[in-house]
């Protein structure tokens, strides 16, 4: 069973404008949650992460808003460029634990 | 800055071979891993280790095994190459006492079994 959900497989938005993505989780035991980013035949990258004490978290353009009452969080970027098209995969770990668990991911296309 | 580096970038292999997939980090970091990533499917862990000669099975093991002799290095073997294992494999590393256990990853081994 799928803990974290990222159910938009793609996303397509105009650059300049926000990207928003979405990710569900359903462990209440997660307390951390990070976003990664990945280009075509690259590694993922740490771009971002939150911890459940905090509602939401920011890094220049990039934004995470988390909701544990809904069990979702969200990435928000502004504004939105050629370089963010990319693969995004939330992923998200309890206190103590020493693994991830990662969404499907979703796909950014930022059209010009 | 972390590095982790794999072996190969890009491998072909045939049905049957046993192939070795290698990864060092250079930070000294307890925890490794391999995942394979393939379209909507996302990242899905094989292996992990904690610790040197130490192994924990992830989400899919079967037709791997791994190897972890020094701190520093993980390879992941398949033992029989099949064409259901033409993927990006992807190893990653992290430190125990990381508070978000946040990953370092490789650049990945794109490898394809004929």
């Known amino acids: 069973d799928q803990q974290v959900k990222q159910n938009s497989p793609s996303l397509s938005v105009q650059e300049g404008r926000i990207s928003i993505l979405n990710c569900d989780y359903t462990n209440s035991m997660f307390d951390y949650f990070l976003w990664y980013k990945k280009y075509p035949a690259e590694g993922p990258t740490f771009l971002i992460s939150?911890?459940?004490?905090?509602d939401k978290n920011e890094d220049g353009r990039f934004t995470v808003f988390l909701n544990k009452s809904a069990k979702h969080l969200s990435l928000h970027i502004v504004p939105s460029q050629p370089g963010d098209s990319a693969v995004y995969f939330c992923?998200?770990?309890?206190?103590?634990?020493?693994?991830?668990?990662f969404g499907k991911g979703t796909h950014l296309i930022i059209q010009p | 800055d972390v590095k982790v580096t794999q072996s190969s970038r890009y491998l072909v292999k045939r049905t049957g071979e046993k192939v070795f997939l290698e990864c060092v980090q250079d930070m000294d970091h307890e925890n490794m891993f391999w995942y394979r990533q393939d379209p909507g499917l996302g990242l899905r862990l094989i292996y992990f280790?904690?610790?040197?000669?130490?192994?924990e099975k992830g989400d899919i093991p079967e037709g791997y095994s791994v190897s972890r002799e020094k701190k520093e290095r993980f390879s992941l073997i398949l033992e029989s190459a099949s064409t259901n294992q033409t993927s990006m494999y992807l190893c990653a590393s992290s430190f125990v006492r990381s508070t978000f256990n946040e990953q370092f990853f490789g650049p990945g081994t794109r490898l394809t079994v004929l």
């Open positions: 939150i911890s459940s004490i905090k």
């Open positions: 992923a998200a770990s309890e206190r103590g634990a020493d693994g991830l668990t």
């Open positions: 280790s904690y610790d040197v000669k130490m192994k």
